[in-house]
């Protein structure tokens, strides 16, 4: 079990080879933020005979790492929840401040993102991108992005990194406000920390911005990709699947970094 006192990197294993390089996204997050790393697996209710086999799966992943990096702090979380219950409990509970997932299994955690508080950061089990110092933010006219340009805002301050937000260029007065003061508060927010910063006016509006913030996060040197997810989910949605889905295929091996604006995100402790 892990101790739930202390914020911590979750990687979502999946008791595969794949989880080799979600733990080492998961170490360098660790690393960068100074938290403990806890290494999950949520078990299906007709692998309760297996209980102990998984157990100790997940402690050999344990062992090793603290063999080869002593000072790094991990634990082991064997849980067996609810798609839409897991989310809160991790958060509230056991101090979950980012999850890393398999990039490649969106679909079986669409629920997840829809329920989450904390950032959900998607990787592709091949990923060799784990500088996370060059980061590529869409601006939109959500109140939201506030919770995005401050994800942002740590990555800046904890890993030195530099950030390039791609403004939404809307048509409609109201629209084109709440892009200007989303860009605004953003640029304060990291003159605030110092946080070296280029801000573009990009040509799609808030409905294509994060397409075109992903276009020139593949075209430049972008080690991570920080958006936010939907703001509402339709039936369509669930027959079709997430729009955040078609971002994280299209973006391959780069890490993508999702926020869930319909929930108060949680914030990093210092």
Known sequence: ????????????????????????????????FKKELCLLYNYQPKQKKQRDELKEKLQNYAAIIKQEIPEQKVSTLLMSESQTRLPDLLAEDYEA???????????????????????????????????????????DLRKEISDSSLWCSYF?????????SVAANDKTTEAKNNVNKNA????????????????????????????????????????????????SITPLDYLIGLPERKIINRAGKLPVMVI????????LCD
């Open 1 to 32: 079990m892990t101790d739930s006192k202390e914020q911590k990197i979750v990687v979502y294993t999946e008791l595969k080879d794949s989880d080799q390089n979600l733990i080492l996204h998961g170490l360098k997050l660790a690393a960068i």
């Open 97 to 139: 401040i980012i999850i890393v997932l398999n990039a490649l299994n969106f679909k079986q955690y669409s629920t997840l993102l829809t329920e989450t508080s904390v950032p959900f950061l998607f990787v592709h089990p091949e990923s060799k991108i784990t500088h996370y110092n060059h980061l590529v933010q869409p601006i």
């Open 156 to 164: 800046g301050r904890f890993n030195a990194a530099e950030i390039v």
């Open 184 to 231: 605004e508060l953003t640029r304060k927010l990291y003159r605030k920390f110092d946080i070296a910063h280029k801000l573009y006016k990009g040509g799609k509006s808030s409905l294509r911005n994060v397409f075109e913030a992903l276009e020139l996060a593949l075209a430049s040197d972008c080690n991570l990709l920080v958006i936010l997810g939907s703001s």
């Open 260 to 267: 869930n604006p319909r929930k108060d995100n949680y914030i």
